[in-house]
């Protein structure tokens, strides 16, 4: 990507963040963003063609009580879905330690049985010609 921009990568570094951040991860299930904030982003075309939940939150901030008591219910949700993200988060480092664990071979070492072995090239002194 950096090489797509050339040395104009500054001007385009804020767009690649917002996508990163709205993006969901593979290892949680949830975007960066919504981990955080506890909602999802609204993108650029949302707020040129209105969707139901921009049109609904346009509603919410005529009552400063209603938006306030509905960012409450967003944050009190925020930490079972940060629990979540982190249950799935182990699922995952579980399986990778299972699969890691099932390819490993463990061997034990003792006098007589086949180790390394050096090599006679290892043993000769080099020679150098100039």
């Known amino acids: 990507m950096v090489f797509d921009y050339g040395n104009d990568w500054k ?3 804020a767009d690649v963040l917002w996508a ?5 991860k593979t290892a949680t299930g949830f975007t960066p ?3 955080v904030y506890g909602t999802d982003t609204i993108s650029p075309t949302e707020l040129v063609v209105l969707s ?4 609904q939150g346009s509603e919410l901030e005529v009552d400063a009580n209603m938006c306030a008591e509905a960012r409450m219910a967003d944050l009190e949700g925020l930490d079972e879905t940060r629990d979540l ?8 480092y579980q399986k990778m330690a299972n699969v890691y664990s099932k390819a490993l071979r463990v061997r034990i070492f003792a ?3 086949n180790g390394l072995k050096s090599r006679g090239i290892c043993k ?3 020679t150098i010609s100039i």
């Open 11 to 13: 001007a385009h570094l």
């Open 20 to 24: 990163y951040r709205s993006s969901p």
């Open 33 to 35: 963003f919504s981990l």
């Open 52 to 55: 139901l939940r921009v049109m």
């Open 85 to 92: 993200a982190k249950a799935k988060t182990q699922r995952n």
């Open 111 to 113: 006098e007589g049985t």
């Open 124 to 126: 000769e002194k080099p």
